[in-house]
């Protein structure tokens, strides 16, 4: 069974401007999430999706930051206009369903730099 | 408010030695509790898991028991090889939570 796949797994860009990075989750899985993982940090939670729905979003910084999941299959995250503050590792995971019975299954990342 | 806090690394020891990475967590009621593994260019996997005080989750010869005295999750293996070279993350999700919570991280390198 293949794992969440992410892309591009590294990413250059200057300051200002946009990117976006895209995410496959495993087949069959509902609830898609997006994580921020700065330098020498632990992952933080930036949106969760139960199949095509945003249902926590509330640590994603809605002024440069978007997200969508289109037929609550993949999905993208973008930034527009990227900061230099924003350079950090970008992980996509995905469960099954919700509650505590379901494990999250992580991609490798997308780390971004912005110069 | 949910966090978590994990001993600072890096940690460096010899093939064989006995390890232990200390994690203890701040929650309100009876979270689950988690150690997730990233090893060099993956995702994150998940490595044990407990659900109430007392558990012992274990996994590759890794185990953490839930403290809820001491609200600690501590991971420790009896004898590490190279192949446990990666970073460890101790996690925590309160009770009907789906986010989870993360410490920040435990770089381990076993030399030879």
Known sequence: EAGVVQSPRYKIIEKKQPVAFWCNPISGHNTLYWYLQNLGQGPELLIRYENE??????????????????????????????????????????????????????????????? | ???????????????????????????????????????????????????KADDKGSNKGFEATYRKETTSFHLEKGSVQVSDSAVYFCALRRQGAQKLVFGQGTRLTINP
């Open chain 2, 1 to 51: 408010g949910n966090s978590v806090t994990q001993m600072e690394g890096p940690v460096t020891l010899s093939e064989e030695a006995f390890l232990t990475i200390n994690c203890t967590y701040t929650a309100t009621g009876y979270p689950s509790l988690f150690w997730y593994v990233q090893y060099p260019g993956e995702g994150l996997q998940l490595l044990l898991k407990a659900t």
């Open chain 1, 53 to 115: 729905e945003a249902v926590d979003d509330s640590q994603l910084p809605k002024d440069r930051f978007s997200a969508e999941r289109l037929k609550g299959v993949d999905s993208t995250l973008k930034i527009q206009p990227a900061e230099l503050g924003d350079s950090a590792v970008y992980l996509c995971a995905s469960s099954l369903g919700q509650g505590s019975l379901y494990e999250q299954y992580f991609g490798p990342g997308t780390r971004l730099t912005v110069t």
